[in-house]
């Protein structure tokens, strides 16, 4: 007999293997964003609430997968994964969501799971938009690590003090200023005195 947290748990791993988070699937396959949240799986009074057939079966047309490979996903162990914190992109400059050294807290972030990066303090954006093509599509997960050192080429989020927030290949860092190249040929590159820099963190991941 299949067991609610077997059928959600297939449903995780089929999201992850397709390098999206959950709302992500849900988002690809015609549903509302918060289809297969975790906080959609638990009735308010406790009851559990599973998956519909449709939603199952649009999940699988969406990610090309057969209903034979989801069957193997449901016994299937997931590959080493780490929890993260995830926000959509456009939320990232909203006040409350990050501290003075860019690291995530406070509420309102979703979770996902995704291939382990060696900092306990990594989170994730959904990109949205077309602003970051070529190197980053609309529905795809960047995992943003505030720990890691960053160096010269390294793709990097920044978040002004004005609360820009943006996603930039790092062209140059001096005492003086801060020289990024844009992932996308139509959007101009930018520089920034240290002073007009809230923080800098670099992309370890994407889902690609």
Sequence with gaps: MLTHSQIWGALDRLAER?????????????????TFNKSKRITPDGRERWPSTESVAKALAATGVTIDAFVQYIDDKARAVQSVPLIGFAQAGNGGYFDDGGFPVGKGWDEVGLPSVNDQHAYALEISGDSMKPAYRDGDIIVVSPGTQIRRGDRVVVKTKEGEVLVKELKRRTAKTLELQSLNPLHPDRTFAPSEVDWIARIVWASQ
């Excluded at 397709?18 to 918060?34: N, Q």
């Design 18 to 34: 397709s390098g999206l988070s959950a709302s992500g699937l849900a988002k690809r396959s015609g549903l509302d964003p918060t």
